[in-house]
């Protein structure tokens, strides 16, 4: 039987910043961990792919990668970005926090109990700001939650400019996987207004591009970078510097006008735009579970063309989803 509410409820906002903290932890640890059957936590999970940021598409959702019984968080929906309050929506949160933090069932109330500490000493300094002010200040309660924005960024710049080596942690959205590897660094680039450093991944034995927003987390390393003398990099500008990852599987698709954004927001090949607003893309994927997660999210939106594996999967999982909410009926 699903677990109510009030037991749930917690546990829910405990697990995006407890999986962040552990990526790639054993579904079975994580529910020994919460106290709960494995069964429990992954309904916990499937309901988190539904929770996210307004828009409520699959580039606004909790997302969440599966590697055998392991599970990792690849997109937060901005929980890593700093909260930016109204006083009066600090309040209202720093009396709920205090309710939380009594509630039975939360796992990490010292988190709890540490954001709730920021929010009132944050709180308490823009009070002074307003009282020594002769105007009203308006910027708000600005409440820095996870890492400073931009620390891996300023990691691999630095790493860069001092010619050292790099462990990063990476997204790779074709493959829909984070990873970690050693790289030597060889130069920043911009291409389509996104930074990129060309390095020589050591895992792959060769030159490969890494999306700055895409780095997780990066350390400089005290050895110096050193690709091989065979390494160089890529020619050209634009689409020509990136080539897709080996190994994906190649999906058609037809976007009609409300899923236009896709094209936008994940990398996609031989766009070619019809007059009624829709487009025909290519799209590389390697994880076919995202991948279908992701169609059923845009419903009569998309149209899948190929492969005919993808097209039937899709199928296969709406009829299931139509089962079960008939079960619930």
């Known amino acids: 039987m699903t677990a109510g509410v009030s037991e749930r409820l917690p546990r829910l906002l405990t697990l995006v910043p407890y999986l962040l903290a552990r990526p790639g932890i054993a579904v079975a640890e994580a529910a020994a961990d919460f106290g709960v059957p494995e069964a429990q936590l992954r309904r ?22 599966f590697e055998g019984d392991t599970v990792t968080v690849t997109f937060d929906a901005g929980m890593r970005r700093p909260l930016r309050l109204s006083g009066a929506e600090a309040a209202t949160l720093a009396v709920a926090l205090r309710a939380l933090a009594d509630a039975p069932g939360m796992v990490d109330a ?29 910027e708000g309660v600005a409440v820095g939650l996870g890492r400073r924005p931009g620390r891996a960024e300023d990691e691999v710049r630095r790493a860069v400019e001092t010619g050292r080596a790099l462990r990063l942690t990476y997204y790779s959205a074709s493959r829909d996987a984070v990873g970690r590897r050693v790289v030597d660094p060889m130069r920043l680039l911009l291409v389509d207004a996104s930074a990129y450093l060309e390095a020589w991944c050591r895992r792959a034995e060769g030159v490969r591009l890494f999306r700055l927003d ?17 390494a160089r990099g890529r020619e050209g500008s634009g689409e020509d ?23 936008e927001y994940y990398p996609v090949e031989d766009l070619h735009a019809d007059d009624d607003g829709s487009a025909r893309v290519t799209m590389r994927y390697g994880d076919r579970d995202w991948m279908v997660r992701m ?16 097209v039937e999967a899709r199928r296969a999982r709406a009829r299931e989803a139509l089962a079960a909410y008939g079960e619930d009926d």
């Not at 709890?112 to 200040?137: C, F, M, T």
């Not at 169609?295 to 993808?310: F, I, K, M, R, Y």
């Open 44 to 65: 916990d999970l499937e309901l988190l792919w539904m929770c996210g940021l307004p828009g409520y598409g699959p580039g606004d959702l909790v997302d969440l990668s």
């Open 110 to 138: 010292d988190a709890v109990q540490r954001a709730l500490a920021k929010i009132e000493d944050a709180a308490g300094k823009v009070g002074a700001a307003h009282a020594d002010a002769a105007e009203p200040v308006g």
């Open 214 to 230: 895409r780095v997780d987390d990066a350390e400089v390393l005290d050895e110096p970078s050193a690709p091989p003398p065979g």
């Open 241 to 263: 510097l990136l080539r897709p990852d080996d190994g994906a599987h190649v999906a058609a698709l037809v976007l009609h006008p409300a899923a236009r954004w896709v094209a």
């Open 295 to 310: 169609l059923l999210g845009l419903g009569d939106a998309v149209e899948v063309l190929a492969p005919p594996d993808l």
